[in-house]
Structures are given as structure tokens and as C-alpha cells.
């Protein structure tokens, strides 16, 4: 039976006066986080980061900075580890779970894998510092790393598509509770969203345990909000050697969810 385990799970907050920093200065705090996650890695464990086979960076509103050449997205790891990297945008929010879906069918041979969630203003669009749709944003930097065991097949684990008809939190709700039957799912790990959003996620899932909705103090943190809630939570309740679902839902519809195990040992930290 095949495994998503997730053996680390990083986040750094990024505060308001981030927006005060040039540009230069932008780069070299998210290039020194990166670096701060990735040697964290394994820490005191018989792994770390240099096994990785690919570490992916995704974001939903950094790729405007990158295509700019403001930041170069080459130049934000560490090249001694010679982990291959690569960079995508195009599912917003729920770019990790096209990248799991991604290692799984084109990289069998690679067991360990690294995952980043960027979303850094550092261009200070006021389109992404709060907005309608979503509330008010947060920003910061999540970094993944997982086990993958690929006996059998990754579509029970791993849910992609996009939200059809004119109300995608509704259908992500109706995603979601199918998921949660699928999986057998008893805990669920979802976006933050305003209260007008969630509300029908939520309640249509009262009968999964669902992870904190952290949007009152984190805003919507784009496709990090999932990893929040279980880092946070992780301190209070022991979830090690548990599945839980995470998800995510993107401003255009796609959306991911993944049954994961957590790991027996798994190293979490807010920093």
C-alpha cells in the first residue's frame, strides 16, 4: 500500500515590516530562511536534507517577482546539497499537491522529497496584502519533507482537480466530505479562510475532527495554511504515527488533498 509520511514540517512567519525591505534585502531573508529549514532537516535523525531527490518550490503570488527578475527563483538554495529544484505557480494554493502528485508519477525512484511554500510580498502589491476574496493575507515560508513508499496506487492517496459551477468553496466542501469518506479520514487539515467562507466547509464536515482555522491570527496564508494548523496543533495534541487529510483550494478552482501519515518521529517547528 503506498505511503505519503511526513517526517518535517517547517514554518517561518514573515511580519508586516517585511514590506519596509528592499528587494535585495527580500531575497537574502527568504534565501536565509530556506537555509534555516533545509539544514533543519533530520536533525538528530539518520536522514537529511542532502537525501532529498528534488526539492519543489511552489507559490501562489511570488511568480510576478520571479518573471520580473526581481528575485532569481535559481538562486534561493544552498548549491553544495546538489538537490535538484524547481519552481511552479500554476495551481496557486494547491501547487504542493500537483507536486506530490508530480514525484509520485515521474520519480518513483526517489523516496525523499523536499516541498517549499513561498508567499513573500516583496513587490508590496496591495492586491495580495488583504483582499475580498480571501480576507486578510498572511506571509511567510513553509518548508515539507516526506517519505514516499509507491506500492500501489497514488490516486488513493492523492485528490487534484478543479472546482466546477459558480461557487468554488462549495465545491470544495463537497470535495472535501467525499475525501474524507474515501480516506476514512477522522482528521482533516484545511485552509484559512474568513468566517463568511469557512463556515460551510466546515459544517458540512462535522463529522471529521477537524485541525484549527488559524485566519484570525494568520490570515489566509495561501497554500501554507494546512501546514500551520498541523505544526500548531502538533504541540497540543500528539499526532505522530496518525493520517491526516490536508487540503487546499485555489482562487481558480484546483484544488488537492493528501492522506498523509505522520511519522512516528515527526520533527516540527514554528520558528
Request: hydrophobic fraction near 40%; charge should be negative; charged fraction near 20%.
Amino acid at each position: 500500500m503506498p505511503k505519503i509520511i511526513l517526517k518535517d514540517a517547517f514554518y517561518s512567519p514573515f511580519s508586516e515590516e517585511f514590506a519596509d525591505k528592499s528587494i535585495e534585502q527580500s531575497a537574502e531573508q527568504i534565501r536565509a530562511v530556506i537555509r534555516q529549514h533545509t539544514q533543519s532537516i533530520g536533525a538528530d535523525r539518520d536522514y537529511s536534507y542532502s537525501d532529498a531527490g528534488h526539492h519543489y518550490l511552489c507559490s501562489t503570488m511570488m511568480d510576478s517577482v520571479f518573471s520580473a527578475g526581481a528575485i532569481a527563483s535559481g538562486n534561493l538554495l544552498e548549491s553544495d546539497a546538489l538537490v535538484s529544484q524547481s519552481f511552479t505557480h500554476a495551481y496557486e494554493c494547491a501547487c504542493w499537491g500537483y507536486c506530490l502528485r508530480y514525484h509520485f508519477e515521474h520519480k518513483p525512484h526517489q523516496p525523499l522529497l523536499a516541498i517549499s511554500i513561498l508567499d513573500i510580498n516583496s513587490m508590496e502589491m496591495k492586491y495580495w496584502s488583504e483582499n475580498e476574496q480571501w480576507g486578510k493575507s498572511g506571509f511567510g515560508i513553509t518548508t515539507l519533507f516526506f517519505e514516499i513508499q509507491q506500492e500501489g496506487d497514488a490516486a488513493d492517496l492523492l485528490h487534484t482537480g478543479v472546482a466546477s459551477g459558480g461557487n468554488n468553496i462549495i465545491s470544495f466542501a463537497s470535495f472535501a466530505k467525499q475525501v474524507a469518506r474515501k480516506c476514512q479520514a477522522s482528521t482533516l487539515s484545511l485552509p484559512f479562510f474568513p468566517e463568511s467562507m469557512s463556515f460551510p466547509v466546515r459544517r458540512s464536515l462535522k463529522d471529521v475532527a477537524l485541525l484549527s482555522d488559524g485566519h484570525a491570527h494568520y490570515g489566509h496564508a495561501f497554500g501554507s495554511d494546512p501546514w500551520i494548523a498541523f505544526i500548531n496543533d502538533h504541540q497540543q495534541q500528539d499526532f505522530a504515527d496518525q493520517n491526516i487529510v490536508f487540503g487546499s483550494l485555489a482562487l481558480r478552482g484546483y484544488y488537492c488533498f493528501a492522506d498523509v501519515s505522520v511519522a512516528v518521529n515527526v520533527h516540527t517547528r514554528h520558528f
